[in-house]
């Protein structure tokens, strides 16, 4: 009601102002004919130049800021970005796949936005990615309003890195959609021709997991593989302890070491099993450590180990995949790997 | 400090003559299917590299080989195929360490010789005056590898300019260098192009010995016998004339036209031999000269961008509101990414004039989308022309050879979908190379089948389209298409007409692919008119294989 009892004037004032952002806004928008106008762009020169004045030296340093270990698989993904070469970057959840590109992305920063992401699934459609025209808003405002033409990734990464995450997910359709813009660096929409260069740094998850297509051969033609896998034991420990201290920086709390040791074990011990499939991500096992400290501290008490036992079963029951009959087996079944995983890291510890 | 030297001395040639051995390991091997595309390697060169130039400073022998070997198989993981997916890996570790050690070996050798001869520096100098580039390069080629077999000239001629490179980048330092390769990146790409070519025609004598030492062995059977008669009987009926045989016509004289796909493979095989033996395979059929432009093309293509030569694609489009063979299922509002056909005018046309004398905006809730059923899957018949035309040279390659690449492009395109696909050959009479499988299951098959088409004959469509009709009246499938390539002028345009009227009232779409200035374009845009798909006219032949994704990606 209050909205209301405005004298005509101010409104008046206000809508006007109110409409010269939104003009703003909208000449910010790519129009049509500004998009049939591009020139081509060759990333790959753009991203080599980056890479040179940056220095690898500090190009590792930044990423080591956020994530670790990764280091000589950060050079293979910029030595085939540096020559065009599309990546694909292959491995288990939540060991930095995405973080991993995105983070290279924003460091090489050779646009702005540094990047363009699509988090593929499988019931994309081509337009999807490649967008297309909005016939209502071209009926009445003609082709060439900033909002007739609504442009999709593949567009609006001209002269970007794509950042593709799941690309396994992707049906063949959309792959087609893809492999055109790839092999033509032109997108087709409605009959138009829109030029677009960029560099896919494309991620995904080996064919064991659920919900995956096979890439298309002529697609998987133009892309490297780049494997990560679970870091090695005092890799592993000093991620988990770095990034978990972190999240608990804000509560003053830290993780014992004795927790991260015992922690690490754990997964070390499940990712060698036999009967487990996919293994714990590193992600999950950082929120356990965090999550159990944070447990404690609401409680304003010292954290112990059955904390730890609690959270990482809470953490990890959806992630691990096995041969289990009964999610209640699987659940007994790393619970009883705690308590190995405890013992061994008592004597690794005591020593 | 060996491989420094070495390494410095010529970084890319090393890294090609690693792949080049990858490449040979993995030929021989019996576990591997496909060995990998030109595409990947030139990128793994490039990238091994590059890498190594990230690296920085001095790379010792064992981290050359792990860089080697790791970023070399991440190139060609997804290119290389074995018979089980599990020991891909395994087999790329191996080739690796084989090419390694052989080349380890070359580099220990050749610096042995090298003891003798004069100082590095000088040797540069020496390199840097020549004009030409060539001579010397071809000297020490030469004496680096006295076995390798077949090597033309294109090949020294790359080698002796990627050498003289390789000496140039030991005077840089490594910050530099970084530069230098950003910029020469493109021309070094080119240059490894001549890699294939070589591997190619050492391939191609070798199995040309093994198939004449078979044919031998063969040759008291008495059913080959008559095989071989028949042949020779069908070839040497002269090649323009009315009663040259073309590949589909030959195999199905031994089995029904309708057969199983691994029937048609298993006749021939038997038959290949003597297709060789009259120089109708491929393989033994290669010149040397038009090898070497095919590659150029590549390599002008490549360096180019494949961007520029869209306008010689001119497409026209008869598609009606009626094209699938389908039913509506339900209406609603319009979505982006709906076809502008399916929008139902009648009801559209209602709300819109309703909206503009209330004087209000109109929105894509007021345009209304008739929603057809889901087609799945589409039967595919494809009309290839293989008469006398089809075997003029197009940059130095038989136009059959380029269209024989663009369709086992398109059945590569087609295995991910459900389609099923028949190949028909035409040249004077028309008949099925193989009838409607799925492309998905027997590509493998489809794709040894075509590596053996060869051209020669007249040019009749009408007969082709008869086919086609027969093949597709035992499909039940409520989507079909026949797509029709052709470059010239077809006898019986008339009958032509009424075939694909007849088609047509099966349920089938037709579209026409046109190739060159000599073909009827006319009769074409009338068939596709009538037939209610895409007419498409490409000027060069190397853009067959994007006309046919272009006609396939407009049914999807």
Same mark, same amino acid.
């Given at each position: 009601m209050v909205g209301f009892r405005k004298t005509s004037d101010q409104s008046r004032t206000q809508t006007q102002a109110r409409d010269n952002i939104s003009d703003k806004l909208l000449e910010n928008l790519p129009r049509l004919s500004d998009l049939l106008r591009r020139e081509p762009i060759q990333v790959e020169k753009l991203i080599a130049e980056a890479i040179r004045t940056k220095g690898i030296k500090n190009i590792l340093a930044e990423l080591d800021k956020v994530l670790r270990g990764l280091g000589d698989v950060a050079l293979d993904l910029l030595s085939s970005l540096a020559i065009g070469r599309h990546v694909l970057i292959m491995g288990p959840v939540g060991v930095g796949k995405t973080t991993l590109a995105e983070t290279i992305a924003e460091i090489l920063a050779i646009s702005d936005p540094p990047y363009i992401e699509v988090a593929c699934h499988s019931h994309m459609t081509a337009t999807e990615l490649t967008g297309d025209i909005d016939i209502a808003v071209a009926l009445q405002?003609?082709?060439?309003?900033?909002?007739a033409f609504i442009p999709g990734p593949l567009v609006m990464a001209h002269g970007k890195i794509l950042i593709l995450d799941e690309i396994n997910r992707l049906n063949p359709y959309s792959q087609a959609a893809l492999l055109q813009a790839l092999q033509e660096h032109y997108v087709f929409i409605r009959g138009f021709r829109i030029r677009s260069d960029f560099i896919v740094i494309a991620t995904s998850n080996p064919a064991e997991y659920s919900g995956v297509y096979e890439l298309s051969e002529a697609l998987a033609d133009r892309m490297k593989v780049i494997e990560i896998n679970y870091p090695d034991r005092e890799v592993l420990r000093s991620i988990l302890e770095w990034k978990s201290n972190s999240l608990l920086e804000h509560l003053g709390t830290k993780v014992p070491d004795f927790m991260v040791e015992v922690v690490t074990t754990y997964i070390m011990l499940l990712v060698q099993d036999a009967n487990i499939e996919v293994g714990p991500s590193i992600r999950s096992a950082i929120y356990a450590l965090a999550n159990a400290m944070s447990r404690a501290w609401i409680e304003g008490r010292e954290a112990s180990i059955n904390d730890l036992k609690v959270s990482l079963i809470e953490n990890m029951v959806s992630t691990v995949r096995g041969n289990f009959s009964s999610e209640q087996e699987k659940k007994d079944y790393l619970l009883k790997k705690f308590d190995e995983a405890l013992l061994i890291a008592k004597k690794m510890y005591r020593k | 400090m060996m491989l420094n030297e070495a390494n410095r001395l010529d970084p890319i040639s090393l890294i090609s003559d690693i792949l080049k051995l990858v490449y040979e390991y993995l030929q021989t @091997?019996?576990?591997?299917?496909r060995p990998g595309s030109i595409r990947s390697y030139e990128a793994a060169v490039a990238d091994i590299f590059f890498r190594l130039l990230l690296e920085g400073g001095e790379v010792d022998e064992e981290k050359f080989r792990e860089i080697v070997t790791r970023v070399g198989i991440q190139n060609l993981l997804l290119s290389v195929e074995t018979q089980s997916p599990e020991e891909k890996r395994l087999v790329l570790e191996e080739a690796f360490e084989y090419a390694l050690n052989r080349a380890m070996k070359r580099i220990e050798q050749k610096i042995k010789e090298g003891l003798?001869?004069?100082?590095n520096g000088e040797k540069r100098k020496g390199e840097k005056k020549r004009g030409a580039p060539g001579a010397e390069g071809e000297e020490r080629e030469g004496e680096q590898r006295g076995q390798g077999q077949g090597q033309g000239s294109a090949r020294r001629r790359g080698k002796g300019s990627s050498l003289k490179e390789g000496s140039e980048m030991s005077d840089l330092t490594s910050d530099e260098l970084v530069d230098f390769a950003g910029s020469k990146m493109l021309q070094e790409l080119s240059k490894q192009g001549s890699y294939q070519y070589s591997r190619r025609s050492a391939s191609a004598q070798m199995t040309g010995e093994i198939i004449e030492r078979e044919v031998e062995e063969v040759a008291e059977n008495d059913e080959v016998e008559q095989m071989i008669s028949t042949i020779y009987e069908a070839f040497y009926g002269?090649?323009?004339?009315?009663?040259?045989?073309n590949l589909a016509q030959l195999i199905n004289m031994f089995v029904?036209? @309708?057969?199983?796909i691994i029937k048609k493979v298993q006749v021939l095989k038997k038959l290949e031999k003597y297709l060789r033996s009259y120089g109708f395979a491929s393989s033994t059929y290669t010149k040397v000269s038009s090898q070497e432009r095919r590659i150029f093309e590549e390599f002008r293509r490549k360096t180019k961008g494949q961007s520029s030569d869209m306008s010689q694609i001119k497409i026209m489009k008869f598609v009606g509101s009626d094209r699938y063979p389908t039913y509506v299922v339900n209406m609603r509002e319009y979505k982006f990414g709906d076809s502008y056909s399916n929008i139902d005018m009648y009801k559209t046309a209602i709300n819109i004039s309703r909206k503009s004398l209330m004087g209000k905006m109109i929105t894509t809730k007021d345009i209304i989308v008739k929603e057809y059923a889901n087609v799945k899957s589409i039967d595919l018949v494809l009309c290839l022309d293989v008469s006398g035309s089809m075997r003029e040279l197009s940059w130095g390659t038989q136009k059959i050879d380029i269209a024989k690449d663009a369709v086992s492009k398109y059945v590569q395109f087609l295995m991910t979908t459900n389609d099923r696909l028949s190949l028909i050959l035409f040249n004077f009479r028309a008949d099925v190379l193989w009838t409607l499988h799925q492309v998905k299951r027997y590509w493998k098959y489809m794709l040894y089948m075509l590596s053996y088409v060869y051209a020669g004959g007249g040019t009749n469509l009408a007969h082709a389209l008869e086919r086609a009709r027969e093949v597709l009246s035992k499909s039940r499938s409520t989507a079909k298409h026949v797509v029709c390539v052709t470059d010239g002028r077809t006898v019986n345009a008339q009958l032509c007409i009424r075939e694909v009227t007849r088609l047509r009232r099966q349920g089938a779409t037709i579209s026409t692919i046109a190739i060159g200035e000599n073909s009827d374009d006319d009769l074409l845009m009338k068939l596709s008119r009538i037939g209610g798909g895409l007419f498409i006219k490409i000027?060069?032949?190397?853009d067959l294989s994007r006309a046919l994704i272009i006609d396939k990606l407009h049914f999807l």
């Amino acid at each position: 009601m209050v909205g209301f009892r405005k004298t005509s004037d101010q409104s008046r004032t206000q809508t006007q102002a109110r409409d010269n952002i939104s003009d703003k806004l909208l000449e910010n928008l790519p129009r049509l004919s500004d998009l049939l106008r591009r020139e081509p762009i060759q990333v790959e020169k753009l991203i080599a130049e980056a890479i040179r004045t940056k220095g690898i030296k500090n190009i590792l340093a930044e990423l080591d800021k956020v994530l670790r270990g990764l280091g000589d698989v950060a050079l293979d993904l910029l030595s085939s970005l540096a020559i065009g070469r599309h990546v694909l970057i292959m491995g288990p959840v939540g060991v930095g796949k995405t973080t991993l590109a995105e983070t290279i992305a924003e460091i090489l920063a050779i646009s702005d936005p540094p990047y363009i992401e699509v988090a593929c699934h499988s019931h994309m459609t081509a337009t999807e990615l490649t967008g297309d025209i909005d016939i209502a808003v071209a009926l009445q405002a003609g082709l060439d309003h900033p909002l007739a033409f609504i442009p999709g990734p593949l567009v609006m990464a001209h002269g970007k890195i794509l950042i593709l995450d799941e690309i396994n997910r992707l049906n063949p359709y959309s792959q087609a959609a893809l492999l055109q813009a790839l092999q033509e660096h032109y997108v087709f929409i409605r009959g138009f021709r829109i030029r677009s260069d960029f560099i896919v740094i494309a991620t995904s998850n080996p064919a064991e997991y659920s919900g995956v297509y096979e890439l298309s051969e002529a697609l998987a033609d133009r892309m490297k593989v780049i494997e990560i896998n679970y870091p090695d034991r005092e890799v592993l420990r000093s991620i988990l302890e770095w990034k978990s201290n972190s999240l608990l920086e804000h509560l003053g709390t830290k993780v014992p070491d004795f927790m991260v040791e015992v922690v690490t074990t754990y997964i070390m011990l499940l990712v060698q099993d036999a009967n487990i499939e996919v293994g714990p991500s590193i992600r999950s096992a950082i929120y356990a450590l965090a999550n159990a400290m944070s447990r404690a501290w609401i409680e304003g008490r010292e954290a112990s180990i059955n904390d730890l036992k609690v959270s990482l079963i809470e953490n990890m029951v959806s992630t691990v995949r096995g041969n289990f009959s009964s999610e209640q087996e699987k659940k007994d079944y790393l619970l009883k790997k705690f308590d190995e995983a405890l013992l061994i890291a008592k004597k690794m510890y005591r020593k | 400090m060996m491989l420094n030297e070495a390494n410095r001395l010529d970084p890319i040639s090393l890294i090609s003559d690693i792949l080049k051995l990858v490449y040979e390991y993995l030929q021989t @091997d019996t576990r591997v299917i496909r060995p990998g595309s030109i595409r990947s390697y030139e990128a793994a060169v490039a990238d091994i590299f590059f890498r190594l130039l990230l690296e920085g400073g001095e790379v010792d022998e064992e981290k050359f080989r792990e860089i080697v070997t790791r970023v070399g198989i991440q190139n060609l993981l997804l290119s290389v195929e074995t018979q089980s997916p599990e020991e891909k890996r395994l087999v790329l570790e191996e080739a690796f360490e084989y090419a390694l050690n052989r080349a380890m070996k070359r580099i220990e050798q050749k610096i042995k010789e090298g003891l003798g001869e004069p100082e590095n520096g000088e040797k540069r100098k020496g390199e840097k005056k020549r004009g030409a580039p060539g001579a010397e390069g071809e000297e020490r080629e030469g004496e680096q590898r006295g076995q390798g077999q077949g090597q033309g000239s294109a090949r020294r001629r790359g080698k002796g300019s990627s050498l003289k490179e390789g000496s140039e980048m030991s005077d840089l330092t490594s910050d530099e260098l970084v530069d230098f390769a950003g910029s020469k990146m493109l021309q070094e790409l080119s240059k490894q192009g001549s890699y294939q070519y070589s591997r190619r025609s050492a391939s191609a004598q070798m199995t040309g010995e093994i198939i004449e030492r078979e044919v031998e062995e063969v040759a008291e059977n008495d059913e080959v016998e008559q095989m071989i008669s028949t042949i020779y009987e069908a070839f040497y009926g002269g090649i323009g004339a009315a009663n040259f045989m073309n590949l589909a016509q030959l195999i199905n004289m031994f089995v029904k036209y @309708d057969a199983n796909i691994i029937k048609k493979v298993q006749v021939l095989k038997k038959l290949e031999k003597y297709l060789r033996s009259y120089g109708f395979a491929s393989s033994t059929y290669t010149k040397v000269s038009s090898q070497e432009r095919r590659i150029f093309e590549e390599f002008r293509r490549k360096t180019k961008g494949q961007s520029s030569d869209m306008s010689q694609i001119k497409i026209m489009k008869f598609v009606g509101s009626d094209r699938y063979p389908t039913y509506v299922v339900n209406m609603r509002e319009y979505k982006f990414g709906d076809s502008y056909s399916n929008i139902d005018m009648y009801k559209t046309a209602i709300n819109i004039s309703r909206k503009s004398l209330m004087g209000k905006m109109i929105t894509t809730k007021d345009i209304i989308v008739k929603e057809y059923a889901n087609v799945k899957s589409i039967d595919l018949v494809l009309c290839l022309d293989v008469s006398g035309s089809m075997r003029e040279l197009s940059w130095g390659t038989q136009k059959i050879d380029i269209a024989k690449d663009a369709v086992s492009k398109y059945v590569q395109f087609l295995m991910t979908t459900n389609d099923r696909l028949s190949l028909i050959l035409f040249n004077f009479r028309a008949d099925v190379l193989w009838t409607l499988h799925q492309v998905k299951r027997y590509w493998k098959y489809m794709l040894y089948m075509l590596s053996y088409v060869y051209a020669g004959g007249g040019t009749n469509l009408a007969h082709a389209l008869e086919r086609a009709r027969e093949v597709l009246s035992k499909s039940r499938s409520t989507a079909k298409h026949v797509v029709c390539v052709t470059d010239g002028r077809t006898v019986n345009a008339q009958l032509c007409i009424r075939e694909v009227t007849r088609l047509r009232r099966q349920g089938a779409t037709i579209s026409t692919i046109a190739i060159g200035e000599n073909s009827d374009d006319d009769l074409l845009m009338k068939l596709s008119r009538i037939g209610g798909g895409l007419f498409i006219k490409i000027i060069n032949i190397h853009d067959l294989s994007r006309a046919l994704i272009i006609d396939k990606l407009h049914f999807l």
